[in-house]
C-alpha cells in the first residue's frame, strides 16, 4: 500500500487539544538536524510531501508532514468554526515544541501556505525561514471581507463561495466515484480562476478528463481515496467556511507584513496565479512589500496547482537550496 513510503515512519502527537498524525522522515529525536515543517493542502495529505520527504532526508534534514485537523487520521473536530488559521497555526505550535526545537524551516502548499503565512505573522519567533507553493500573503485590509474581495473580482459563481454552504460541495463530491475526484482535480490545469456556473457541479467545470495524471500513480490516487473515503471532504472544505472568520479574527493584524526570510514558487498554470490581479500583485511590488524579506519569486513555466508532486525533484532542489543558506 502506497502508505509505506520507504523512509517514513508515523506517529501521533496530542497537539491543542487535537490528536494530529505525523509522518516523518530523516533523522530522529530532537538532535542537531534541522526541522521542516511541511504544510499540505485541499483535497491532499502529509503524502502529498512524500517526493520532499526524501530529498530533505536525504540531505540531513529531519521532515515532518502532519495531516493537519480534519484530514487523514487527525482529529476532525465536529464545529465548522474550529478550521481557523489560528487554529491551525494553535496545533503547530504545540507540534514544533513536540519536536523540541527552538525554530523549524517551514514549506507550505495551497492551504498549507495559508496556514504557513499565518504561523510567521503570529509566531515569527519559530519560522527559521520559509517556502511558500502558490498562494501568496495579501495583509487584512479592514474594508472587505476575503470572501465579499472574491466576488467582487470573480463574481458569485466562484468556487470558494459554492463550498460556503455545509453539505452542498459534500454532496457534489460524494455523486462521483471517489477515485475519478482525484483524478480529475490533480489533473486540472486551465490557467484560470475557476468558476463553477450554477448548472455545473465542481467537476464538471474541471478541465480534466478524469484520467489518472501522468506524474500520479494508481497507487497514489488510491492512497488518496482510502483515505477521504474514511474520513469525507468536510474538515478540508471548513478551512474555507472559516475564511470571514479568519478576516473578523485578524483585526489586530491588519495590514501586517510578514518578515521572515521568504522563498515563493509558482506554476504559471496554477488557478492561484491566473487568479485576477494576483499576477501584478507578485510582480510590481505590492507582495514584496507585504513580506519585506522575500528573497526570490520562481514562476514554474507549464506546471499546474499541484506543483510538489507535478515537478518534485525541482520543487525538492528549490526548497533545499534555499535552506541550506541558513
Excluded at 179 to 208: E, H, W
Excluded at 253 to 267: D, E, L, M, N, Q
Aim: glycine share 8%; charged share 20%.
Amino acid at each position: 500500500m502506497a502508505a509505506a513510503v520507504e523512509g517514513v515512519r508515523h506517529r501521533t502527537v496530542e497537539a491543542n487539544g487535537v490528536r494530529l498524525h505525523v509522518a516523518e522522515a530523516g533523522p530522529e529525536g530532537g538532535g542537531a538536524a534541522p526541522a521542516v515543517l511541511l504544510l499540505h493542502g485541499f483535497p491532499d495529505l502529509w503524502y502529498g510531501w512524500r517526493h520532499q520527504m526524501a530529498a530533505l532526508a536525504a540531505r540531513g534534514y529531519r521532515a515532518v508532514a502532519p495531516d493537519l485537523r480534519g484530514y487523514g487520521d487527525s482529529d476532525t473536530p465536529p464545529d465548522a468554526s474550529a478550521y481557523t488559521t489560528f487554529h491551525a497555526v494553535g496545533d503547530l505550535v504545540a507540534l514544533i515544541a513536540d519536536l523540541g526545537q527552538p525554530q523549524v524551516f517551514v514549506v507550505g502548499h495551497d492551504w498549507g501556505a495559508i496556514v504557513a503565512w499565518q504561523l510567521c505573522l503570529l509566531r515569527p519567533d519559530l519560522v527559521r525561514a520559509l517556502v511558500n507553493l502558490s498562494v501568496v500573503y495579501q495583509p487584512r485590509r479592514p474594508e472587505r471581507s476575503p470572501l465579499q474581495t472574491i466576488k467582487a473580482a470573480c463574481g458569485e459563481n466562484h468556487y470558494m463561495c459554492r463550498f460556503q454552504e455545509p453539505g452542498v460541495a459534500e454532496a457534489e463530491f460524494a455523486r462521483y466515484d471517489i477515485k475519478y475526484v482525484f483524478n480529475k482535480t490533480f489533473g486540472m490545469r486551465k490557467p484560470a480562476a475557476l468558476i463553477l456556473p450554477k448548472d455545473q457541479s465542481f467537476f464538471d467545470s474541471l478541465d480534466s478528463d478524469g484520467t489518472c495524471p501522468p506524474w500520479l500513480s494508481e497507487e497514489d490516487i488510491s492512497y488518496y481515496a482510502e483515505k477521504f473515503a474514511k474520513t469525507g471532504f468536510t474538515g478540508g472544505l471548513n478551512y474555507y467556511r472559516c475564511m470571514d472568520l479568519n478576516w473578523e479574527l485578524a483585526a489586530p493584524w491588519t495590514s501586517a507584513p510578514i518578515k521572515v526570510t521568504t522563498k515563493f514558487i509558482v506554476g504559471d498554470l496554477d488557478i492561484t496565479y491566473n487568479t485576477p490581479g494576483v499576477q501584478d500583485y507578485i510582480h510590481k511590488g505590492g507582495f514584496k512589500a507585504s513580506v519585506p524579506n522575500l528573497e526570490d519569486v520562481v514562476v514554474m513555466e507549464g506546471v499546474s496547482h499541484f506543483i510538489n508532486q507535478e515537478k518534485p525533484n525541482e520543487v525538492s532542489d528549490h526548497i533545499c537550496e534555499f535552506f541550506s543558506k541558513f
